[in-house]
C-alpha cells in the first residue's frame, strides 16, 4: 500500500491547512509529551549523551523541542518555516520494502515534479563533534525513583560516509540497543542484575 502512503505523505507535505483553532490546542499537546519525557529516565539519559556528544548543533538538541520554543511559536510562524523549508531541493524521499523500484521512481518523480518553489542551496555542513573530547558518557541531573540503572556511551568512530559504518550500527544494535540486545538478554534475562 506504498502508494496510498506517498499519496498522503504528499498531499501532507503540500496541502497542509493550519487550521488556526487547532493550533493552540495541539501546541498543549506537545508540551504535555515533552514534560512526560522528561520524566523518563531512559530518555533523559540518552539526551545527555547526545547533549555532550554535539553540543548545540541540531544532533545535540532534543528531536521533540524544548518547552520555550514550542510556547513560543504561533500560527503564522510555523506556516512561515513550513513555506521556507519544505521545498523540493531539500526534500528525500525514502521507500524501503518489497517494491517494483520502477513503478515506485515513475510514480514519485512524477508526483514530486509538479512542486513549484525556491530552490534553497544546502546549508554548509559543520564539523559534528566539536564538544568534550570523546569518550562520551550521557549522565542524568534529575533523580529518578527506579530500581535499576541507565547507562550509555559513544564515541567517534567513523564518517557517515565511511563503509564501515551500517557493519558498526548493526553491531552496536546487536550489542546493547533494545531489550533484544546481548547485553540487555545476558545482564537484565540470564543474569537478572
Not at 27 to 53: C, H, N, W
Not at 116 to 134: D, H, V
Request: net charge positive; charged share 30%.
Amino acid at each position: 500500500r506504498w502508494e496510498l502512503a506517498h499519496d498522503v505523505l504528499f498531499d501532507i507535505v503540500t496541502q497542509s491547512a493550519f487550521i488556526k483553532n487547532e493550533y493552540d490546542p495541539e501546541k498543549e499537546v506537545i508540551l504535555e509529551e515533552i514534560k512526560r519525557g522528561e520524566d523518563s529516565p531512559d530518555r533523559a539519559v540518552f539526551q545527555s549523551l547526545y547533549t555532550r556528544m554535539y553540543g548545540k548543533q541540531n544532533y545535540g538538541r532534543p528531536v521533540i523541542g524544548f518547552p520555550s520554543t514550542v510556547k513560543e511559536c504561533t500560527h503564522t510562524g510555523l506556516k512561515a518555516f513550513w513555506k521556507k523549508w519544505y521545498a523540493p531541493g531539500l526534500m528525500t524521499i525514502s521507500i524501503a520494502g518489497d517494491v517494483d523500484i520502477e513503478k515506485v521512481l515513475k510514480r514519485v518523480e512524477s508526483t514530486w515534479a509538479t512542486l513549484k518553489g525556491k530552490r534553497l542551496r544546502p546549508r554548509r555542513r559543520e564539523t559534528i563533534f566539536k564538544a568534550t573530547p570523546p569518550p562520551y558518557a550521557g549522565q542524568t541531573e534529575g533523580q529518578f525513583d527506579i530500581q535499576s540503572v541507565r547507562w550509555s556511551a559513544g564515541a567517534k568512530v567513523c564518517s557517515i560516509k565511511s563503509e564501515d559504518l551500517p557493519a558498526l550500527d548493526i553491531g552496536s544494535m546487536i550489542l546493547g540497543n533494545g531489550e533484544s540486545s546481548r547485553l540487555y538478554q545476558r545482564l537484565v534475562k540470564r543474569d537478572q542484575l
